[in-house]
């Protein structure tokens, strides 16, 4: 397969002008439109890998031609996405109706007539982005000369989307110490808000057992007779034993 005659270094120099200002998916979208006029490819879809570590479509190449926004799952490619991934080795596939790393795509490949496939891993120094897929139709092959050329308009690719990852993950970062912040105010507030009634519990609860024994010595010094009374040995026994939980269980949620 050739490449146009124009010279790689003009079209990635004329990418990079026309991504410029643009916005993220703006720039996406460009670069898969010139990433298949450059390779010659029939078809160019760019997969991200998200914060949730999820594999998304975020731009194809005809329009219309890929489920943009769609999360690749097992069913449909994400295990050998995430394989080309983290081996940061390209993967060519030829004849992928039949490759079994391509079994997911069997039927689209038959359709489509997809005769080949290049899958370009896209990271940045050890932070995985995601991958460029090449598709060439009706018997045109991808020629391995070429290939490192299709390097480097992954390299482009890579450029603007570490960019927007990084920013995405300070975003995120910031936003997760924000809810942080605000969980440890939420938290001092129910602190306090528990603490003080606890303190007004706590305090009439040793008043509560002072009155139990000043009761238990008063009867037993003014009325010895019903002192010796098992009935009321058991009431003051029962006084003493809900005011030992209700003291143990004040201890306990002052310490939570």
């Not at 391509?102 to 990271?123: C, D, G, H, V």
Request: charged share 25%; proline share 3%; net charge positive.
């Amino acid at each position: 397969m050739l490449f146009p005659e124009k010279h790689l270094a003009e079209e990635l120099v004329e990418m990079i002008k026309l991504t410029s200002g643009k916005t993220y998916k703006q720039a996406l979208h460009l670069f898969a439109v010139k990433s298949a006029e450059i390779s010659g490819a029939d078809r160019v879809c760019i997969i991200i890998l998200n914060l949730k570590k999820q594999l998304v479509i975020k731009a194809g190449f005809p329009v219309g031609a890929h489920p943009i926004n769609q999360v690749i799952f097992s069913e449909i490619g994400e295990s050998f996405l995430k394989q080309v991934m983290e081996c940061r080795k390209y993967a060519l596939v030829n004849n992928p109706a039949e490759d079994v790393r391509t079994a997911y795509m069997k039927e689209l490949a038959r359709s489509q007539n997809i005769t080949s496939l290049l899958f370009m891993p896209l990271y940045s120094s050890d932070e995985p982005l995601g991958v460029l897929v090449f598709d060439f139709t009706a018997g045109k092959r991808i020629a391995r000369e070429n290939i490192r050329r299709m390097q480097n308009l992954a390299d482009l690719v890579i450029v603007t989307m570490a960019a927007e990852y990084k920013k995405r993950k300070k975003e995120k970062e910031w936003q997760h110490s924000e809810r942080m912040v605000a969980l440890g105010e939420n938290a001092a507030r129910t602190a306090h808000s528990i603490r003080n009634p606890l303190m007004t519990i706590g305090g009439f609860s040793k008043r509560a057992e002072r009155l139990i024994e000043s009761a238990m010595k008063l009867i037993s010094e003014k009325y010895p007779d019903i002192a010796e009374e098992n009935s009321l040995n058991e009431i003051f026994a029962k006084l003493k034993g809900y005011h030992r939980i209700i003291s143990s269980d004040i201890i306990r949620i002052e310490k939570i």
